[in-house]
């Protein structure tokens, strides 16, 4: 029989206790350290083994999570908090029909439980799923009405529906009861069509002024300040707050500047050499990959190619990062020194490997739109394992695309974006790579300017399907009214209305952008007359 707490030796029981302790106030190295010590004290405790899964969890180990969950559920088969912990390890481990399988059986289990339904939303967004996201977070409200992390969640998916109106009044509504709430302010900033008010700078200000906000807590209020100030027209302190709150998150994040700058080079450099391909040369023809920086116009172009009777969106999901990470792991090596040693069947293994695990996204539609943060710089992958893809790269006015960046708060993947000066040595790559892409795979890489579209959208959007091999669609024209889910929050508004010409921002920043623009010119590119 499994230990319990109950009957833990005295040692075992006081580290069980601590371990715990120091799980819960944050501390997941010290509650690993001191709750593998119970463990060894206590082999078959349950409980050790679950709080060694949060542990693990909190630690960023997935794979370790999964593990340690699914010890104790052999244990406990109809413990609802453990299918929850092992469906989330597993979806986050790309295991993510497995996980979704064990969060709804946490449902099952506990039809009570709010944190059981919000974690299948939280699951099942990415999916796309948008209505059974949003009868999942309705089903945790009404459980407890005061889960304010499912309102937010809430109202994010009825912004990615196309309801910005119901998200913005839901967010509006919780931010009566809770003005400080900083997630809420979040959403709603990132409803770029939703406007803030005088009152809405003043709420801030003195959601600001309490000084026991968290350093990250105080960050995304300051971008959401920045943001409400830019709507009164004070661009001068806007960029003040911008300068301050991107200053200080860039203390908190680890990113290696010059090592992703010499990643970038040897992925040119290995690419400039013949590399075997797919012997297949017809595979990929349903996969449309969109390679561009953030904030640059690629959920724009998605939703563009979306509306066509024959294309399915994706969103960021993403496959392609996975099937290249996993392929590097079993070599023991690194991406992309492995690329001259991979033969034709590798390629063929991986490019079927990555159709496989994309192919719910082609079950409606025969074909599909990919469009991932990292896709720019895995599109060599991408055209080798897959033939017949092709490459839409979205390039904006670098300023722009720059100052976008800085602008948005981004959780993950967007490290290099908190440094006006780093951004600046990212678009560069960005800029580089992907011209090489062009010039190497002409046929299959497709150049598209935003500023092109925005003004010439009829010309541009028929050169763009033609590229695709795809019929002209009227709806593509009329993409704002196309019935999907957008999963990118900060764009999920603006996709619902026509093309407009006036989202150049630089200008109104004046001098400030000086140095941004004098490091883009020096490294020959061409930027907007400001």
Known sequence: MAATPESLSPMAARLLKRGRKESQSGDAAAAMRTLTSALALAQDSVEITRWMGIAAQNLGDHVGAADCFQRALDALPDDADLHIGLGVALYRTGRIDDGLAHLQRACEL??????????????????????????????????????????????????????????????????????????????????????????????LERALGNRSLSPGVRIRLEFVLARALEDQGDYARAFELLKRANTSQRRRMKWDAVGEHERVETIRRVFAEPVACTPDTELGRDVIFIASLPRSGSTLVEQILAS????????????????????????????????????????????????????????????MVDKNLLNWVLAGAALTMLPSARVVVVHRDPVEACLGC??????????????????????????????????????????????????????????????????????????????????????????????????????????????LRERLRAAGLTIAES
């Open 110 to 203: 506990a039809p009570d439980s709010a944190s059981a339904w919000y974690n299948l939303a939280e699951g099942l967004w990415p999916q796309g799923q948008a209505n059974a996201v949003i009868e999942a977070l309705q089903r945790t409200l009404s459980i407890d009405p005061t889960y304010a992390r499912a309102e937010v969640g809430l109202a994010r998916a009825q912004a990615g529906v196309g309801r910005v109106n119901v998200a913005v009044a839901d967010l509006r509504e919780l931010l009566s009861r809770q003005p400080d709430y900083m997630e809420a302010w979040l959403a709603l900033a990132d409803l770029k069509t939703a406007a803030f008010e005088k009152q809405d700078v003043e709420s």
């Open 406 to 515: 800085y602008r948005q708060w981004f959780d993950q993947g967007a490290e290099f974006s908190f440094d006006l000066d780093e951004m600046a040595d990212f678009c560069i790559d960005f800029w580089r790579l992907t011209q090489f892409w062009l010039k190497n795979f002409p046929d299959r890489v497709f150049n598209l300017e935003y500023e092109t579209l925005v003004t010439e959208p009829e010309p541009t959007i028929r050169r763009l399907l033609d590229f695709c091999g795809l019929p002209f669609d009227p709806a593509c024209l009329e993409f704002h009214r196309t019935e999907r889910t957008v999963l990118s929050t900060p764009s999920a508004a603006q996709v619902r209305q026509p093309l407009r010409r006036d989202t150049a921002r630089a200008s109104r920043y004046g001098h400030a952008l000086d140095g």
């Open 308 to 367: 066509h009777a024959e294309v399915e969106g994706a969103n960021e999901i993403k496959d392609i990062g996975q099937v290249i990470e996993s392929e590097t792991r079993r070599r023991a090596s690194t991406f992309p020194f492995w690329v001259p040693d991979a033969t034709t069947q590798d390629w063929q293994r991986l490019g079927e490997e990555y159709l496989a695990r994309t192919a719910r996204w082609r079950e409606r539609k025969p074909r």
